[in-house]
């Protein structure tokens, strides 16, 4: 391990003590000469601008951050230690403009151009699901992804209040229909809750997308859960997108769109290590939203897969870097 990008450990520095950066990283910043010698950058982008109905997830960054002090280093389930496969860091959070969508969208994509282009694999924490969208245009572009979506929903509506395009309910269309996104190697996992009308999930069916909603998945399990899924994304490069109303309330109440009848955590983290050894290029934690769960355990559990991605990011990124 790189011992200038290790965690701040709790035996010298009580966990609770000192500045809160993603799992206790150095913080870089761009001009930092340690940006070249970053392999996974972990991200805030506080931005809710897309959400349709209750807004909060733009204090998602700050408080995961506190909370992401707890998780240690090592895996106990996998025995990965992300922080000795690779060297990770705080890259802070993505500029955005709470008052201007496109705007936002458009300073997001650049900061994560930038990361991209270092050869840094990002790991995101919104901000509501759309920005997966600018993220996905800053790494995907002329090398479509597959994905792993677990989620309540599957952000592939067209429109929202007639004619707007970019919702948090509407990423993973945009996506599709940007070609950043291939909807043959897209899983959707966790699908559920009432629609407006009935088919809404035809379209993104027609292009492709395997949905595995929350009766299927509770019906075949964890382990065919994850061979299904690692069927359709195959070898090609993932990204892991994880909106944290795929869990029940009663685990996250801390989001903007809950939906009842949801997975557990212990479920999430065992999908989560199943993607081991998948061609994961990046990542995101998305739709904590503090506000509705001034506890922070809503955000413990969004840090805690944040760190549950990021072994199985790791471990990818260090068998790319060998091949
Ligand atoms: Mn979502
Ligand atoms: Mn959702």
Redesign the pocket.
Known sequence: MDKRFAPTTGTVLPRFAGIATFMRLPWLQEGDALLEEVDIGLVGIPWDGGTTNRAGARHGPRQLRDLSTLVRNVNRASGINPFALCNCADLGDAPVNPVDLDDTLARVERFLAAIHARGIAPLCAGG??LVTLPVMRAIARGRPVGMVHF???T?TWDRYFGDAMFT??T?FRRAIEEGLLDPRRTVQIGIRGALYRDAEDDWGERQGITIIDIDEMKRLGVEETIRRARAIVGDGPTYA?F?V?FLDPVYAPGTG?PEIGGATTWEAQQLVRGLRGLDLVGGDV??VSPPFDASGNTALVGATMMFEILCVLAEARHARRRR
């Open positions: 509501d699901h989620d309540a929903h952000d948090h309910g990423p997108s909106d109303d769109t998305v739709e």
